[in-house]
């Protein structure tokens, strides 16, 4: 068995499209030398642009495509016991477009992360960047959370801001909050790799004993 100094935090990373932000998060854990390793990367198509990306590194990839399931549940059954086979300690969604069900939540309570490109609760769901347009809002933002069976309503760990401009298009918004995003992840990441993040019964988070953590 290793030691306490030595055990490396488990994460696996289910995405559905690009996967910049995986990509961030494995760079991120190799450049600082963070105590925690990438065990697979999982989507639910096989077309994910992110995979080749993914193996190319060494990291373990799978599909399960959720269009050979008639249900969610069947899905997220499957999923389940994919993502076990890899033990993870935390399960990183990173653009992972498919609602998960309470068979899939319960079996890894506490332990799915999600980041959302709103500042929850505004804008839960999807086309956010063109709500915090049509909202005429100055500030916009992105939400790294705790997956409960609310949609994009679970505990808040960290947000990312990024201000809003008169001239913004969806495309230029949607540009300046990755880059947030990535940063605001890769945060967690770190925080969840060290240890550092507490959930407490009441559903409030605690990073080193700070809550409300916002990053610019
Ligand atoms: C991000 O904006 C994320 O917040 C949203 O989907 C996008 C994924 O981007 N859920 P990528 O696949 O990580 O590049």
Redesign the pocket.
């Known amino acids: 068995m290793p030691s306490e100094a030595t055990k490396k935090c488990r994460f696996v990373i289910l995405?559905?499209?690009?996967?910049?932000?995986?990509?961030?998060i494995v760079q991120v854990i190799a450049r600082h030398g963070l105590p925690a390793k990438v065990c697979a990367v999982i989507a639910n198509r096989a077309d994910a642009?992110?995979l080749p990306w993914a193996k190319e590194q060494g990291i373990p990839v799978e599909v399960v495509p959720h269009k050979d399931y008639a249900t969610r549940e069947q899905f997220d059954n499957v999923l389940a016991r994919v993502v076990h086979r890899y033990q993870p300690d935390y399960i990183l969604?990173?653009?992972?477009?498919r609602i998960l069900t309470p068979i899939f939540i319960e079996q890894f309570k506490n332990k799915i992360i999600?980041?959302?490109?709103s500042l929850l609760p505004l804008f839960p769901g999807l086309n956010t960047n063109q709500q915090a347009l049509q909202a005429q809002l100055q500030w916009h933002g992105?939400t790294v959370h705790f997956v409960t069976a609310k949609l994009d309503s679970g505990p808040t760990i960290a947000q990312g801001i990024v201000p809003v401009y008169q001239n913004d298009t969806v495309d230029s918004l949607?540009q300046r909050?990755?880059a947030v995003?990535h940063k605001t992840y890769a945060q967690v990441v770190e925080w969840l790799a060290k240890g550092l993040v507490k959930l407490n019964e009441k559903g409030q988070v605690f990073v080193q004993g700070v809550r409300h953590r916002a990053i610019y």
């Open positions: 995405i559905s499209g690009r996967g910049s932000n995986m990509q961030n642009k992110g969604l990173a653009g992972f477009m999600n980041i959302h490109p992105c949607a909050l990755l995003e």
